[in-house]
DNA sequence: CATGAATGAGTTTTCATTCAT
DNA sequence: AATGAATGAAAACTCATTCAT
């Protein structure tokens, strides 16, 4: 075996301990998931897991690591936040974001649930984590009102900052209500309707 | 100390007792809640709690009734059923109702976390609990709906019972979001004109 | 009340928790007994016991007393031990006590078991006092002895101490044997007669 | 290490554990014996245990299979049931099995006072056990029976069930006898002669 | 005296983590 | 690297005993 496929071998074995903790994780809960339950998922033995993590602790970030992974993968390939040069471009914009996260609670309930409500009673740390990538969702929620601002069909006088995180807090409440219903078919088209409507008068240039 | 006296003193430290659970179990999830922190909230002796409550799985329903017990209070001196006589009398009720509820959400965000996410993964006997008191909601939403059709400002050929619990999950849905939400002022304005439209226009006679 | 009448309310009440405390004890063992047993098996408070016990491992003194002296009983207006002159009067005494001793281990196993097995094992200190029990009936069992000696019907070479102690053992042996065995209708007499045998062979004189 | 010592060090270990559970159970029963007595007599920590034994109650099969067999290797060797032609041959092998199980419990008197009396109060499924033993002895013991019947020394009208059965009650409650007295050279004489004498005139030809 | 709430030592069991092989 | 036996901290629960009322 070359240098290289010892390498690739120890990464492929980490990530099966990566996602078999994933699949327990988000099924069980943390609190209910235990080493042994991640090893002997895939028939290893107690000390391997420690040759690849420094604590049950420690395979958590990684699980949310590969959470958030799939989130963003989910939302790559969004739309530029320069290309929309009117308002019923960003509400279209809009719009389709706001229905790929309502896919997205639709394919992985768990993974959403997880991060809203069970991450943050695990430790701070994680917490911190947590928020860090939700600055970042809005700082990049920004550039699409910055955008609007500069091409002139926001309101000027919006302060970036409040009115993007006021547009992320209204996805996420729409997401998350999705979390709880079952589903009522105009469920989505309900909530996006709404949400366009509040955002064109509200935020709307005249 | 009388006899009245002495029974006070044992429901005041059982009262104490859930009020502590209570806390801990709302802020961290009834998992990572032991007996321990439960008893050195108030400096007590874990043996005391065996005094009150048979296991720990026992104080969770004292905890749960209480909980419960304030949701009730909170929707308690709620719109009387038949008070309705127009379309627009219904919308409004429907409209109180929902502010009620995300006032609910917003004052005690994790009880309603608790009961909505949590609970359910605990046992199957709490799984029943919940469903019976859903099923209560239920009922009393029929109510609403049945005097509707029959003042005949709803559509005469709506089913009560698919009527009441789709009206229900919206009202959830609308709830469980505002859970995610920091709570801009917009959001119940937003997710209750939204609401409010749909009824009128799904549910309304003509 | 009056000072003798308080002092008998006191006693009956010891004995209440002495019969309570015997009934469970023999019928579900010592370790399986707790004080809140007792009590509640007459409807009293754990306080209480310890006004009349100075602990549960007291309140065992008082059973073995009471199992003690109901055994003694069973052995009061047994032959007196001079009242044999022949052989055949010493041994039809000896067919008497083994055929007593069966009808108490036929009436009250439990309290033969409990203490030829249990008391045991509970201290060093119990042990004690069932071997001074013991001695006891060694000496009682002495004077049948040295009185078949002296009146010449025993072997004048008997050393009577090793001969009351055998007598004794095979006694005991015989009624342990009833508690192991379900009863055939023979026991007792196919017992009787090998002890009686036995005796006259190995102890008669001549 | 080899794979084959470390699976004997393993059954070592095993071994280790179900002796020291033996003698502290057979010394102060089951009850009293807790996990850390086990443990520290080997002074390995509590944890351990858990590795070899499913709970407190699993060991204890182990010990009962530990007992059981060391009673079987003493009755192995026995005699073979259809050796016998004679009365006196069968007598004289009834005589020698119950010499053998006195030597047991003069060696053993633990073991068979803990089968006898202790094992029976702890669960059901240990009294299914031992009962599915005992009726291995009862069939063993019949063809002893029905090797006589067959031969002609024995009664032809026996019913061989009820009389291997009743064989067995007075081979067993000679037995228990044993455990109580301090064994008297005299006493399994004594009561080989009386079993054989009865068992002569009761079931003998003639 | 009687009461029973409070106590805390002790018991069984779980499980994350270490370390010798 | 992989193994898995050993460890021990921690958790739920029991129960004998104390003590203020």
Redesign the pocket.
């Given at each position: 075996m070359t240098a290289q496929e010892?390498v690739d071998r120890?990464e492929a074995?980490r990530a099966d301990l990566v996602h078999a903790a994933s699949d327990l994780i988000l099924s069980k809960g943390y609190r209910n998931?235990?080493?042994?339950d991640i090893v002997s998922a895939l028939g290893?033995?107690?000390?391997?897991?420690?040759?690849?993590f420094?604590?049950?602790?420690d395979v958590l970030d990684a699980v949310i690591d590969y959470g958030s992974q799939r989130l963003a993968d989910r939302l790559v390939g969004s739309d530029d936040p320069g290309s929309a040069t009117t308002l019923d471009d960003f509400l279209a914009q809009l719009d389709r974001i706001n229905r790929r996260l309502h896919e997205l609670v639709a394919d992985e309930p768990r993974l959403v649930q997880f991060i809203v409500f069970e991450a943050a009673s695990i430790d701070q740390e994680l917490v911190q984590r947590m928020l860090t990538a939700y600055q970042g969702f809005v700082s990049s929620n920004r550039s699409y009102v910055e955008n609007g601002i500069e091409k002139g069909f926001l309101r000027s006088d919006l302060d970036s900052e409040v009115a993007s995180e006021a547009l992320l807090t209204m996805l996420l409440s729409s997401t998350v209500g999705a979390l709880g219903g079952q589903g009522v078919a105009a469920d989505v088209t309900v909530s996006s309707a709404a949400l366009v409507d509040f955002v064109r008068h509200g935020m709307g240039a005249q």
């Open positions: 010892a120890l074995r998931t235990s080493v042994a290893l033995s107690h000390g391997t897991f420690y040759n690849y420094d604590s049950r602790r």
